[in-house]
């Protein structure tokens, strides 16, 4: 049941309407790994500057989360990246980008990670995915996410991409780009037809949607008061998602739809607080107790 | 389960980025009426004028809507209704609002609508559902809709209607409003501590959550691939919800769970094509095949 995540760790620095955090770990590599090890075990693929502290590394291990994949560069410091949310807290803009050491970045997976049977491409340009695709021998589910900026400037290889991975996670915004249309339930299909045999497209605090080979799913998100940070919650909904797939080691119906609410609640958890901090304090318990009040709330 | 609603009688001028249709049946009345029609026998309250065509009164009550308690005001004209919907089918403007017979008008139910248990106050100004109030002997249950105009020129009215009502069925905007919270639980959560027992924030292609005295349950809209005409989604939900709890004649969290998702199928229908076009050739058959489609979607 090996899930290996390939992605980025970075250092982020966070404004809110009403609070600021500098340099906190985050990442698509971190968020996911960190969501995914309430179910199962994950390796994760990455690098990191001389800047990293060990604080961090002993944070991740000490979960589940293997990180033996990750390379510090010489000299290097580690990817920053520093946003601000609006009041709603759902749009954001990107104040700064520092590649620092994804820059010159070509993934290299460690030999035991190649026959892995579960495989994350955190956002990354779809040529640095492809050549991660081409490392692995035969996995079971491999799972991509993207961004406009690949959209929009890696068109073909994103599109090559598309028909090599069984499933894409989105956001909203993303899939009416890519689909070039604004109903949601079309973009979906439309992307699906691009090639992978799922598609789940994130809609914030609005849920998400999974578009199947037989079937549509449509999940709310958690009903959350306190939304302190929403960074991380689309990459801890792909963790909680395939940590959940792994841990099973199959793919039925019950077992995609309760994957999907372990993403959907696992991300609930992350924006709480800030970087990993309200998952730091979880346990599983607590995980399982909000699926059930999660499951409550939709079923009937 | 006698099921009353008081509420617009429109003649409607819809502009969408493809298609325009200029004075089609309407308002908030006719809409929660014809969706509740599919699962009670209704009772209208409103007003129309002398322009009002008697093929309207035949499709209403060939289903199982009553307009006995509609008035035709001699010399007037039916309120009109001109909006424009953004590419998007989600933002839109009202270019123009002609209130006609109900500038003057003040519902005054049938002696045989007074002991109704179910009523339903659609979106007017409070001091007019308030009146409504006073007439009605001892329903069971009592939801009402309001609208930003409301919040802001009637507020003190408003917050005496929110203290004698069950339920306040309203979209995220005005709940936002309402409650000054950008957050929508905790605005739901100040809204029901404003009186009603319950509220229900509509949020268009998003769904809707449900805040009651013991759960709260979210809901995500059907996924549809075809959105026409939104307009009267909101009533038509609030008409499917109420419809079935009359029928039930029971307030269960079974009964509630079903009667949402009975008010996001009808809507996910109405917006299907322009007025209750969608809704004509439909039959309850019809309701149910995409209720147990829905059930499939969000159920696990």
Known sequence: MTLVVVGSIALDTVETP???RENVLGGSAVYFSYAASFFAPVHVVGAVGEDWQADFSRMLSERNVDLSGVRQIPGGKTFRWRGKYHANMNDRETLEVHLNVLEQFDP???DSYRGCQWLFLGNASPAVQLRVLEQVRAPRLVVADTMDLW????HDELRELLRRIDGLVLNDSEARLLADDDNLVRAGRAVQAMGPRFVVIKKG?????LFGERETYVLPA?????????????????GGLLGW????GELTAATWKQALACGVVVASFVVEDFSLDRLRGLTRADIDRRLDEYRRMVTY
Chains 1, 2 share one sequence.
């Open 222 to 238: 958690y009903p959350t008061a306190e939304v302190v940070d929403p960074t991380g919650a689309g990459d801890s909904f792909a």
């Open 245 to 248: 797939l792994a841990m099973q």
């Open 205 to 209: 605090e609005h849920g998400a949607m």
């Open 18 to 20: 009403t609070a600021c």
């Open 108 to 110: 290299v997976l460690p």
């Open 151 to 154: 959209i929009n400037i890696q």
